[in-house]
């Protein structure tokens, strides 16, 4: 399985930016959808935006339509998640996770189905954002 690494969380203002980097290694990430999840203590993990590593089609939440980006870098290997206007409810532990799209048919089914059940994936370890009001 392809294993991820994430980086860039950390405190912002609300309105502040960050941008979170998955670095793939083992696996070309050309053949897998991939994804950001956010995890909040006490709420279900969120899919907030995932793309295909083929094709480049995205995904978004809901709550992140228009905040958020999510691109790739192929050489590079790497899945990027601008995030601008941050607001407090943004706030949690952002995971990146990658499947096969041999096993999910898309990104927007990478985002609702692995946030449900993530044991298929393969998954970073994680980085915290916080944006203080």
């Known amino acids: 399985q392809v294993q991820l690494v994430e980086s860039g969380g950390g405190l912002v203002p609300t309105g502040g930016s960050l941008r979170l980097s998955c670095a793939a290694s083992?696996?070309?990430?050309?053949?897998?959808?991939v994804g950001w999840f956010r995890q909040v203590p006490g709420k279900e993990r969120e899919g907030v935006a995932c793309i295909s590593g083929r094709h480049g089609t995205t995904y978004y939440a809901e709550s992140v339509k228009g905040r958020f980006a999510i691109s790739r870098e192929n050489a590079e290997n790497t899945i990027y998640l601008q995030m601008n206007n941050l607001e407090p409810e943004d706030t949690g532990i952002y995971y990146c996770?990658?499947?096969?799209?041999?096993?999910?048919?898309?990104?927007?089914?990478?985002?609702?189905?692995?946030?449900?059940?993530?044991?298929?994936?393969?998954w970073g370890q994680g980085t915290q954002v916080t944006v203080s009001s």
């Open positions: 996770a990658g499947l096969s799209l041999k096993r999910i048919i898309n990104e927007h089914a990478m985002c609702i189905m692995t946030a449900r059940d993530g044991s298929k994936a393969s």
């Open positions: 083992g696996y070309s990430l050309d053949g897998y959808a």
